[in-house]
């Protein structure tokens, strides 16, 4: 699977890399291998295990957290992903941009939320963010028996490769509403904008941005009859999120952002 993207001259990311079984079947092939490990103990046995090989020169060991370091230029990624860290990792991966593909197994459950495709009963805003950035196929399951001692879970790998070019959006804004209609999927549009914290959230948004441009928030401006406006142009009052194509949220954040409401904090 990774062996089919080793090409001479590749250099790899690769997190938690443990003991270093992957990491010296990268090295065997690729220009240079630069490990994210957080443990000083598997840092230790890295050094240990290639110091003194013909590998040890390729090997760049970056000792720390993976979401608080900075990521170089690299080609490809690789990394089996604990949950608690799955969804920074993913989107601090693809705002960095500079990669080509990533080879990434997660917890099944995780990764077929980043493959669901609307209507899917695991779509959700991970699903759309994902998608808007990259393109993501589901590679193989890996039963838990394959590990030991076995997790309690299933695992499945997938390949995510970057858009390029990358969509020309806004991703902060695209976020900010994707994060009010996915807090509940199966409900309409109409239902979720009408609630109060929502409608507050807009009004709040929308003075800070008259501030911003120093201008005074128009007397005439009603949050209500903003979104009345939207959905009369966007045709979208009825849709429920869990259905919508990454074209329809963009419709819809248009639709706000030219009525001058943004998603931004």
């Known amino acids: 699977m990774v062996g089919a993207t080793v090409a001479i001259g590749t250099e790899f ?7 270093g079984n992957l990491t010296a079947k990268l090295l065997e092939k690729a220009k240079k291998v630069i490990a994210f490990e957080i443990d000083p103990r598997m840092v230790a046995e890295l050094r240990k295990r290639f110091m003194g090989t013909p590998y040890f020169s390729k090997l760049e060991i970056v000792v720390g957290d993976c979401i608080k370091s900075d990521f170089p230029e690299f080609d490809v990624c690789v990394a089996n992903m604990p ?25 099944k459950e995780f ?3 980043l493959v669901a495709k609307p209507g899917d009963k695991l779509y ?13 196929n589901h590679v193989l399951k890996v039963g838990k028996n394959n590990f030991k001692p076995p997790p309690k879970v299933d695992s499945s790998v ?3 490769e970057p858009m390029n070019p990358m969509p020309n959006i806004n991703f902060m804004e695209w976020d900010g509403l994707t994060r009010i209609v996915f807090t509940r999927k199966n409900k309409t549009l109409a239902a979720i904008f009408k609630s109060k914290s929502v409608q507050e959230l807009l009004t709040k948004n929308f003075n800070i941005l008259c501030s911003l441009k120093n201008q005074p928030v128009p007397p005439e401006f009603d949050v209500k009859t903003v979104l009345a406006e939207v959905f009369n ?13 990454n074209d329809e949220i963009l419709k819809l954040l248009n639709s706000f952002n030219s009525r001058g409401i943004h998603f931004s904090s």
């Open 13 to 19: 990311s690769e997190i938690g890399p443990g003991t």
């Open 83 to 107: 949950y608690q860290i799955s969804s920074p990792f993913v989107f601090k991966l693809l705002l960095h941009r500079k990669f080509r593909c990533a080879i990434l197994m997660f917890q």
């Open 111 to 113: 990764a077929d939320r």
């Open 158 to 160: 997938v390949r995510i």
């Open 233 to 245: 142009e966007t045709e979208m009052s009825e849709t429920r999120s869990r259905t919508m194509s």
């Open 124 to 136: 959700c805003r991970l699903s759309a963010n994902t998608q808007l950035m990259s393109r993501v």
